[in-house]
């Protein structure tokens, strides 16, 4: 088992942008990686996910704006934010699944296997 340690998590005006990042030791080829978040008093829930060739998928709420990448020479998973608005205030973990179905990961947070301690991103007005 691995380690999953994010960073880049900040306050920022509305519109704004940032960029999450994950290192990732021990989660290499063979895991599926996301961004999940869990907004104050809410459930966790799926954020964006990435395959191991690459395929990508994306909660409706941040289609366009978000983007989601991974650097597998480094072990490194990005999360590119950018038109920020007010409901994307949450802790924003980072996340590893080994097989299953890639697609409905996103949609399924219990679907996963390993846990980032979270990066907090606040977003106001």
């Known amino acids: 088992q691995g380690e999953m340690v994010e960073s880049g998590g900040d306050s920022v005006q509305a519109g704004g942008s940032l960029k999450l990042t994950c290192a990732a030791s021990g989660y290499t080829s063979g895991y599926y990686m996301g961004w999940f978040r869990q907004p104050p008093g809410k459930e966790r829930e799926g954020v964006a996910t990435?395959?191991?060739?690459?395929?990508?998928n994306y909660a409706d709420s941040v289609k366009g704006r978000f983007t989601i990448s991974r650097d597998v020479t480094t072990n490194t998973l990005y999360l590119q934010m950018n038109s920020l608005k007010l409901e994307d205030t949450a802790m924003y973990y980072c996340a590893a699944k080994r097989g299953g179905d890639f697609m409905t990961w996103v949609f399924n947070p219990r679907e996963t296997q390993s846990w980032g301690q979270g990066t907090q991103v606040t977003v106001s007005s």
């Open positions: 990435i395959s191991i060739g690459g395929s990508t």
